[in-house]
C-alpha cells in the first residue's frame, strides 16, 4: 500500500521557548521581536514549523501556561502588532506558525476565573469544577502534578476548585458546552489572523471520569496523569472541536498526550482524521524514572527505551501518527541524559539526532538542541525557577524529608525542566548574546564553546549536522514513510533497525557507548552506500560486514532496492 503523502509527516518542528530564546529589549526576557530577528536562523536550519510556547497574557506562575487572556500577548513579550509582525515574518520565511492551546485549565486571575469564584450562583460558576468538601476534608484523593491535594479551599464560597497543576491553574469544565464554545471561538480567532495550527496541552486531562471518585491510593505529582487520563469524553470533545474549529483548514494538530496508552493514541491520532494529526506521548521519557518518581538519577535503560519506542513505532504504523522527540520545555537536555556532555559532545549530539530523526514520524526540534546544549551546573535551589523544581524541593526535601538537600539536588541538576530553560546561546558575547540585560534566570556558562555563532561557522557542528538531516528528509520520502524494524533488541549498547519503502531500505546504527562497539550487519546491506554518519573519517562508506563503532558512532547505509 502506497502511503499518502502529507505535508505535516514531510515537515520538522522547532519548539521557541520565548522567555529563554532572545531578548530584543534588554529587560533580560526573551520577546516576539527578539524571535523576529531569529527568523532567518531558523530558516537557514530548514524546519517547517514553529510551535511557540505559551505567549498569552499570563502572571507567569507557570511560565505562560497558566493564561489570564487567550486574546492578548504576554506584557513581557510584546504587543498584538509585534505578533502579527511576527506571523507574517515566519510566513514570508516559509515557516508554519502553531501555537500552544492551553485549555485544560486558565489561570485564576483570567476572567472567567474570578467571576467564578464570587458566588455559587454566578454564570461562570460552572466554567471550572467546584465541589464541596467531604468530612472537612478535600473532595476527593486526587494530587496536584506540582504537590499537595489537586483540590483548593476557597473562603467565600466555602468550596473547594479543583487544579490538576498549580492552584494558580484551575481546571474548566469541559463538560459545560459554553466552555467549549468559548474555546472554540478562540481557536477561530487565531486561524483567522492566519495561525497553522495548534499544540494541544495535556490534552488527554481535559475529561474527568463523572463523579470524580477516589482514585487508586493518594496520587501526588505525575501519577495523577496516569489516574486522570484519558476520561471518557475526551474523544467527544476533540472531535467536536474537528468539526467547529480545525476541518475549516490545512492546520497541523498535535496533542500533549500524557499517560496515553497505544490503544488510546489510536484514536487521538487516527489517520481518519477525526480528532488531532498527532500524539505526543511521554513513555519513553520515563524509561530513567523510578516507577512514577521523575526525582531520581537512574540511569536509562537502553534496552527498555529501545523496547517502548519500537512499541510506539510499530503499535501506530499505518494507523496514526507519532511525533518524535528527545527534549522539548519540560524536559532536561538529551546530551546530560542519554550521551556524552563532555568529551564526546558534538558526536553524541548527532548520534541521538539520527536515532531519532530516521524514525518513523514527525520529529520535533528543542531550541538549542540542535547545537547540542547541554544541562546548567544549578549551584543551588536558589538558582531554579520552576514551580515544579521548587515545590519537589520543598515538598521532598523540608516537608516529607524524602531526600537530602544534596540527593534532591542531584535529581534537580539531572532533570528539573530548568535545564531547558536556560538562555538559548546565540555567540560567546556576554550572557551568550541572549540578552544586555539581567537573564530572568541563569546563563550556561559553557556558552563561551556552545553557541550558535560558532557553529554556524563551523561545517562539523551540531548546528550542521541537523541541517542535512532536516535536508535529508525532504530528499527521502523513506525517512518519513518508510516501515520501522528493530534490530538487536537485547543490545545494551546499539540502537539499530531498519527503514523499508517498497524495495528501498535504510540500515540505521547508533551506538550508546563510549567504548568502541562491534555491529554484524545484515547481509543485504553488506557494500551498500553510506547515507550519513557521524563520524566521516572513522566508518566505511561502504558498509562492511562487521562494522566497527567508534564511542557514540552513528550511521545509515542506504539499500537503493
Ligand atoms: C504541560 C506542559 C507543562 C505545563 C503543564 C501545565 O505538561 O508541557 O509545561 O506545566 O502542561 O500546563
Ligand atoms: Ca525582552
Same mark, same amino acid.
Given at each position: ?102 485549555? +485544560? ?35 476527593? +484523593? ?33 463538560? +459545560? ?298 530528499? +527521502? ?85
Amino acid at each position: 500500500m502506497k502511503p499518502e503523502r502529507l505535508w505535516w509527516k514531510e515537515a520538522v518542528v522547532y519548539q521557541i521557548y520565548p522567555r529563554s530564546f532572545k531578548d530584543s529589549n534588554g529587560d533580560g526576557i526573551g520577546d516576539l521581536r527578539g524571535i523576529i530577528e531569529k527568523m532567518d536562523y531558523l530558516q537557514e536550519l530548514g524546519v517547517d514549523v514553529i510551535w511557540l510556547s505559551p505567549i498569552y497574557e499570563s502572571p507567569n506562575d507557570d511560565n505562560g501556561y497558566d493564561i489570564s487572556n487567550y486574546q492578548a500577548i504576554m506584557k513581557g513579550f510584546g504587543t498584538m502588532e509585534d505578533f502579527d509582525e511576527m506571523l507574517a515574518s515566519a510566513h514570508a520565511h516559509g515557516l508554519r506558525l502553531v501555537m500552544d492551546l492551553v485549555v +485544560n485549565h486558565t489561570s485564576d486571575e483570567h476572567p472567567w476565573f474570578v467571576e467564578s469564584r464570587k458566588s455559587v450562583d454566578n454564570p461562570y460558576r460552572d466554567y471550572y469544577i467546584w465541589r464541596e468538601g467531604k468530612d472537612g476534608k478535600f473532595p476527593n +484523593n486526587w494530587g496536584s502534578c506540582f504537590t499537595g491535594s489537586a483540590w483548593e479551599f476557597d473562603e467565600r464560597t466555602q468550596m473547594y476548585y479543583l487544579h490538576l497543576f498549580s492552584k494558580k491553574q484551575p481546571d474548566l469544565n469541559w463538560e +459545560n458546552p459554553k466552555v467549549r464554545e468559548e474555546v472554540f471561538r478562540m481557536m477561530n480567532w487565531w486561524l483567522d489572523k492566519g495561525v497553522d495550527g495548534f499544540r494541544m496541552d495535556v490534552l488527554s486531562l481535559l475529561s474527568k471520569e463523572p463523579g470524580l471518585p477516589d482514585l487508586g491510593p493518594v496520587l501526588n505529582g505525575y501519577a495523577v496523569y496516569n489516574a486522570c487520563a484519558n476520561g471518557p469524553r475526551v474523544h467527544e470533545y476533540i472531535q467536536e472541536m474537528r468539526r467547529k474549529v480545525l476541518n475549516r483548514a490545512d492546520t497541523i494538530t498535535v496533542g500533549e498526550c500524557c499517560a496515553v496508552t497505544l490503544e488510546e493514541a489510536k484514536k487521538y491520532a487516527s489517520r481518519d482524521g477525526r480528532e488531532v494529526n498527532m500524539v505526543f506521548q511521554f513513555e519513553h521519557m520515563d524509561v530513567d524514572s523510578d516507577g512514577e518518581n521523575k526525582w531520581t538519577d537512574k540511569k536509562m535503560d537502553l534496552r527498555k527505551m529501545k523496547e517502548v519506542l519500537t512499541r510506539w513505532e510499530k503499535g501506530l504504523e499505518g494507523i496514526a501518527w507519532n511525533s518524535l522527540f528527545w527534549e522539548n520545555h519540560a524536559q532536561p537536555r538529551s546530551v546530560s541524559r542519554y550521551a556524552d556532555d563532555g568529551r564526546y559532545r558534538v558526536r553524541s549530539a548527532k548520534m541521538l539526532a539520527t536515532c531519532l530523526h530516521m524514525m518513523q514520524g514527525t520529529p520535533y526540534v528543542y531550541q538549542g538542541e540542535e547545537l547540542g546544549m547541554t544541562n546548567a551546573p544549578f549551584q543551588s535551589v536558589s538558582d531554579f525557577r520552576d514551580l515544579d523544581s521548587i515545590n519537589a524541593y520543598r515538598d521532598l526535601v523540608k516537608d516529607q524529608k524524602v531526600f537530602t538537600e544534596e540527593e534532591m539536588l542531584r535529581f534537580l541538576r539531572k532533570k528539573s525542566r530548568d535545564n531547558a530553560r536556560t538562555p538559548f546561546q546565540w555567540d560567546d558575547s556576554e550572557n551568550g548574546g541572549f540578552t544586555t540585560g539581567t537573564p530572568w534566570i541563569m546563563v550556561n556558562p559553557n556558552y563561551k564553546e556552545i553557541n550558535a555563532k560558532e557553529e554556524l561557522a563551523d561545517p562539523a557542528s551540531v548546528f550542521h549536522y541537523y541541517q542535512k538531516l532536516i535536508r535529508l528528509r525532504k530528499e +527521502n520520502p523513506i525517512m518519513v514513510y518508510g516501515t520501522y524494524d528493530l534490530l538487536l533488541p537485547e543490545s545494551e549498547t546499539i540502537y539499530a533497525y531498519t527503514r523499508t519503502l517498497g524495495k528501498e531500505k535504510l540500515l540505521v546504527v547508533c551506538s550508546f557507548s563510549g567504548e568502541e562497539e562491534t555491529f554484524d550487519c545484515p547481509e543485504e546491506f553488506v557494500v551498500t552506500e553510506r547515507f550519513l554518519t557521524n563520524c566521516e573519517t572513522e566508518i566505511p562508506e561502504k558498509c562492511p560486514e562487521k562494522l566497527v563503532l567508534p564511542p557514540w558512532g552513528a550511521v545509515v547505509y542506504h539499500l537503493k532496492g
